[in-house]
């Protein structure tokens, strides 16, 4: 069975960077997706991005474009997405979601990443 | 960009009942693409249904999506205690970029 295992929660400060990452096991190989999503205190889900696993490709929604890096170490199949330049509405719950090559529906979901931004 | 309209914004059942969510796509989608959601409070999202009308592994087949185009359902054909939460419609284009829906809130009438 796939499962994903991300880092604990995070404060931190307006216009600080945020790491987080998710460790991915119970592949088979390393033909698959993992995407960032957020959720808003009270509100709805809300797509940051996504990697490549295999080969590192990222893509992300424009709304993000400029402050999101995703990477990844193929080694401990851990992808991570650094946030820049928190915002005081960037407060959310970040889970990330996998899904296999010739789908697009992720299937995986980790149990989610409290990042709040407080001064 | 494709925005997913989700609709009714809640709606009030009581356990037993059949629920129909609706979810409707700026502009066609393509075929396969469309999946939904459960969230249950302080919960990861879990995957119903995908490609349209395919139940994920471990789905009771009392869940059971169609359409196709811009319009898609979530039929929920005898609500059980367990079914009251939230209920998200997902659409993915060919770069893999995904868009959810709004959110449909099943509450107990």
């Known amino acids: 069975q796939v499962q994903l295992v991300q880092s604990g929660a995070d404060v931190k400060k307006p216009g600080a960077s945020v790491k987080v990452s998710c460790k991915a096991s119970g592949y088979n190989s390393i033909a698959y997706y993992i995407h960032w999503v957020r959720q808003a205190p009270g509100q709805g889900l809300e797509w940051v991005g996504r990697i490549n696993a295999n080969g590192g490709a990222t893509y992300s929604a424009q709304n993000f474009q400029g402050r999101v890096t995703m990477t990844r170490d193929t080694s401990s199949s851990t992808v991570y997405m650094e946030l820049s330049g928190l915002r005081y509405d960037d407060t959310a719950v970040y889970y990330c979601?996998?899904?296999?090559?010739?789908?697009?529906?992720?299937?995986?979901w980790g149990p989610g990443t409290l990042v709040t931004v407080s001064s | 960009e494709i925005v997913l309209t989700q609709s009714p914004g809640t709606l009030s059942l009581s356990p037993g009942e059949r629920a129909t969510l609706s979810c409707r796509a700026s502009?066609?989608?393509?075929?396969?693409?469309l999946a939904w959601f459960q969230q249950k409070p302080a919960q990861a999202p879990r995957l119903l249904i995908n490609?349209?009308?395919n139940r994920a592994t471990g789905i009771p087949d009392r869940f059971s999506g169609g359409g196709s185009g811009t319009d898609f359902t979530l039929t929920i054909s005898r609500l059980e205690p367990e079914d009251f939460a939230v209920y998200y419609c997902?659409?993915?284009?060919?770069?893999?970029?995904?868009?959810f829906g709004g959110g449909t809130k099943v509450e107990i009438k």
């Open positions: 490609g349209d009308s």
């Open positions: 502009q066609s989608v393509h075929s396969r693409s």
């Open positions: 979601a996998s899904h296999q090559y010739g789908s697009g529906n992720p299937d995986f």
């Open positions: 997902q659409h993915y284009d060919t770069s893999l970029a995904l868009t």
